[in-house]
């Protein structure tokens, strides 16, 4: 938060300066409307939340002393906030950034509402002495004392109000301007934007430069206002409305209302009146207004990190999960898959001497020549798959021992774990001790505490790591792995068999 509020200031006192030096320029060139159209720029950063780029950032989770429970597990936590440090008065109201977005927002709440008491009631004498003129659709038309010169308020209740010489001092074709122009404030929005600006001066009370651009807003705006009075009249109308804007110039003007009457804005109001761009022109100036905002909002807003966590498991051995070595069987089941080797499963031979062969029953001499080659190849490829399986004990053997050897190593490993979780509780206890006065200060009961510790050392010292290697050993059946082996060796025996009987038989035949 801080940061964005920090960037945020930056970013808008450099867009004011920006929109200072080309205010000028960009009315002689492109017309007041376009001028007032660059405040967008600071207005629309002020408002802009900060761009968050997600960033994935690998944590690495190891696996934790599985054999403490949860209660173990938070006992750290639970110490490390028995006896908390004695905060200062500051850190108690939540520290200095705390108290400075305090005083700074209570400032600015302070000068809003006491602009608007003022507004309401300056607004309350001129609606006091005023008489109902009528209605311009939902604008109300009044005549008051307490105006100089025609003004434009109320944003739910919109009021135009004139001076009580209004039809004496004006002539007719100069109250009809100056009636456009009020009007020309209230359908165009003019108050509700300027309630806004003085909300964004508010938050940036301190800032010198809000105050100097506000009061450049203000003037931008009745000038924009003046070209779009005049772009709906005719040439003839640029002298009677410059006449109408001198004698309204009292000096007078609400918050919140938009007035003729700005004496300091005469002269600079009637040169701008001088400029009249061409349509074309105000649309290129239009798109340049746009094209600025584009660029510089990206370009100026305030970034942020939102790092997100993403668990990477951790290479590190687990006390009980590599103590099942069940496994360790695994291996001899690739050995008991031979025993379901057919050689010549497309290929059924028996005793008659007949062939039962794609689907018919044959003897050798009725094959065809094509049949005779496909049972030599059937014959051969069973020939060379024998060849290839091979039972080798010992590799079965060495395989058991290696699992064996894994076994004793992470059984001590599971010791040394179990002796680091001892280590802890017992330190655990120890600091119940050396702090029972601040547990107790603090509305704990440290007997309570020392009591969950001691039922977390009873569950670690329960686990039998003996029992566990025991069991993990047993779990390997020599004489099954045996049986297996055995039962595999016989199977390609008989599929040899089968094979040799084969060939002798169709040998004779071919004799």
Not at 10 to 28: D, F, K, M, N, Q
Not at 59 to 75: K, Y
Not at 355 to 369: D, Q, S
Not at 463 to 480: F, K, L, N, Y
Request: hydrophobic residues 50%; aromatic residues 6%; contains cysteine.
């Amino acid at each position: 938060m801080t940061d964005w509020l920090l960037g945020t200031l930056l970013a808008t006192s450099g867009l004011i300066v920006l929109v200072l030096l080309l205010r000028e320029p960009v009315r002689r060139h492109f017309g007041a409307r376009v001028a007032y159209g660059l405040w967008l720029l600071p207005a629309a950063r002020l408002l802009m939340p900060p761009l968050t780029e997600t960033v994935e950032r690998p944590v690495s989770v190891t696996g934790s002393q599985g054999l403490m429970t949860a209660q173990v597990s938070a006992e750290p936590l639970l110490l490390s906030s028995v006896a908390p440090a004695e905060p200062s008065l500051i850190e108690q109201i939540g520290g200095w950034p705390t108290i400075l977005l305090t005083a700074w927002l209570g400032v600015a709440a302070g000068l809003f509402i006491a602009r608007i008491l003022a507004f309401r009631r300056e607004r309350d004498e001129i609606m006091a002495h005023s008489e109902d003129l009528g209605w311009i659709g939902s604008i109300q038309l009044i005549q008051s004392s307490d105006v100089s010169g025609p003004v434009a308020f109320g944003i739910f209740e919109r009021v135009i109000a004139v001076p009580a010489n209004f039809e004496f001092l004006y002539a007719p074709h100069e109250r009809r301007l100056a009636l456009d122009h009020e009007l020309a404030h209230h359908r165009s929005g003019d108050l509700i934007v300027n309630l806004f600006a003085f909300v964004l001066l508010c938050l940036q009370w301190f800032n010198p430069l809000a105050w100097i651009a506000h009061a450049a807003f203000r003037f931008d705006q009745e000038a924009a206002c003046d070209a779009r009075v005049l772009d709906m009249g005719k040439a003839q109308d640029r002298a009677d409305y410059g006449r109408a804007i001198a004698k309204a110039a009292s000096g007078r003007a609400l918050l919140f209302a938009s007035a003729l009457d700005r004496r300091n804005m005469l002269h600079r109001r009637l040169k701008s009146m001088l400029t009249n761009p061409s349509s074309g022109r105000r649309t290129t100036g239009r798109l340049f207004v746009l094209a600025a905002i584009a660029v510089a909002l990206p370009l100026t807003a305030t970034r942020a990190i939102d790092y997100v966590d993403v668990p990477v498991p951790a290479k590190a051995k687990t006390p009980v999960a590599p103590v099942a070595p069940a496994a360790v069987a695994t291996p001899v089941a690739a050995v008991a898959a031979v025993a379901a080797l057919h050689p010549v499963e497309s290929l059924q031979f028996n005793q008659e001497g007949t062939i039962h062969i794609n689907g018919k029953t044959r003897k050798w001499r009725e094959l065809t020549p094509e049949e005779k080659s496909q049972v030599r190849e059937e014959i051969a490829r069973a020939k060379a798959e024998l060849a290839r399986t091979r039972i080798d004990r010992e590799e079965i053997n060495r395989e058991i021992r290696e699992a064996m050897a894994e076994a004793k190593i992470d059984k001590e490993d599971l010791r040394r774990d179990l002796a680091e979780a001892r280590d802890e509780i017992e330190r655990a206890m120890r600091e119940v001790d050396a702090q029972v006065v601040e547990i107790r200060r603090s509305g704990q009961d440290p007997d309570q505490i020392k009591a969950t510790i001691r039922a977390s050392l009873r569950s670690v010292e329960a686990i039998d790591v003996e029992a566990i290697t025991r069991h993990a050993i047993a779990s390997v059946d020599h004489r099954a792995i045996e049986a297996s082996v055995a039962a595999a060796e016989a199977s390609v025996a008989r599929a040899q068999a089968e094979i040799e009987r084969m060939e002798e038989k169709f040998a004779d035949d071919e004799e």
